[in-house]
């Protein structure tokens, strides 16, 4: 029940959006291109970040560098 509570943990660490050209999802209407963004969870294939609608989501990790 870890997701209950992100929006209030701590920062892991901050990571740079360096693109939006997802294959299959739309990423571009919840990522912006140059944005950096707080993870509040990591697994070896995502990073959960507050996106700019303000919620909690798990994006790939070929999206960002770490900052």
């Known amino acids: 029940m870890i997701h209950n ?4 943990r701590e920062t892991i660490k901050r990571v740079k959006c360096v693109h939006t050209n997802a294959k299959k999802y739309m990423v571009n ?5 140059g944005e950096i ?3 509040k ?7 959960f970040v507050m996106d700019n609608t ?3 989501g798990g994006y ?3 999206y960002f560098a770490e900052v």
């Open 29 to 33: 209407r919840v990522l912006t291109e």
């Open 54 to 56: 303000g919620q909690i």
């Open 37 to 39: 963004y707080d993870v």
């Open 60 to 62: 790939y990790k070929e």
């Open 5 to 8: 509570n992100w929006t209030k």
């Open 41 to 47: 969870n990591e697994t070896e294939e995502f990073y």
